[in-house]
């Protein structure tokens, strides 16, 4: 059995199909109107705001609306706290959907999204994603890696965020795969707290690998404390190591509390099982 798999009721599947298109057809309606304005906006403010800041801050009420869209996902996010919006940090994230990105829009902090080449192809979401000044990285390509590292290193020093996912990729069961290291050695460089975000739910509605959403469930953000780097001098692996304990504990956590409940009441575990 897999993420796809189908525990759930004929009714249930109905609805899901039925929203996945209604969704899909809003969210590029959407984003057509959202993106003309992050286009109107990035002209109008480019002379005094040159980190883009008011360009993300659109981008962040474009994306976290889509999280109250569906009023069953029943959204929630603690810790926004922990991220101060006038000091710069190496934030980092499980990645277990695409609507990864929509969760950490709702933070409402500014960060440069670290992302992969492709996506900068895509319309809409590419064209954004080019107005954002975001960074693109080809996984796989040496150089490509080098001047991530760089063009985050620049930002780091401008004074931006830069949001990062250490896993590198998609996860295919729904649990953390190892860090790579690069984001904490940069973090301990430039002297820079990493503040860890734990998505939980968001593999069930959407994971790598499905074309369908789901339409019941639950999905919970929790900002934890930063990791100093005062704790860590020369040390990335451990800070590596920690964040993963942590995170992985704590996205343990969130699934107790937010055990997925289908609408005929059945619990449906889909974490953890691999994609055969």
């Known amino acids: 059995m897999d993420a796809s798999a189908d525990s759930r009721s004929p009714l249930v599947k109905v609805i899901d199909k039925f929203f996945s298109v209604s969704f899909l057809t809003y969210f590029i309606l959407s984003s057509m109107f959202f993106n003309s304005l ?10 005094f705001d040159p980190r883009r800041r008011l360009v993300h801050q659109l ?3 474009w994306g976290t609306h889509y999280m109250y869209v569906n009023p069953f996902w029943r959204y929630k996010v603690e810790g926004r706290e922990h991220i101060d919006p006038d000091k ?3 934030i980092i994230a499980n990645h277990s959907s695409y609507f990864d990105i929509l969760v950490l829009y709702s933070l409402f902090r500014n960060f440069k999204f670290v992302s992969k080449e492709t996506i900068f192809k895509i319309p809409l979401i590419g064209w954004n994603m080019y107005l954002n000044q975001y960074v693109k990285i080809k996984r796989g390509n040496l150089s490509s890696i080098k001047e991530m590292m760089g063009t985050c ?7 931006a965020s830069v949001m990062m996912f250490p896993e590198g990729t998609r996860t295919e069961d729904g649990q953390l795969l190892p860090f790579r290291a690069g984001g904490f050695s940069l973090a301990l460089e430039l002297g820079l707290p990493v503040v860890p975000v734990v998505i939980s739910g968001t593999y069930e509605v959407f994971p790598k690998g499905r074309n369908e959403l789901r339409t019941f469930q639950p999905v919970h953000a929790r900002v934890l404390p930063p990791l100093m780097p005062e704790d860590y001098a020369g040390k990335p692996g451990k800070m590596k190591d920690d964040a993963h304990k942590m995170m992985s504990e704590t996205l343990a956590q969130l699934r107790a509390e937010d055990s997925r409940i289908t609408a005929d009441g059945a619990k449906e575990d889909l974490v953890g099982i691999r994609k055969e």
């Open 38 to 47: 992050t286009a109107i906006t990035t002209v109008l403010t480019a002379p």
């Open 59 to 61: 981008s962040c009420v």
């Open 88 to 90: 710069t940090y190496v």
């Open 153 to 159: 290193r620049d930002w780091l020093k401008k004074g």
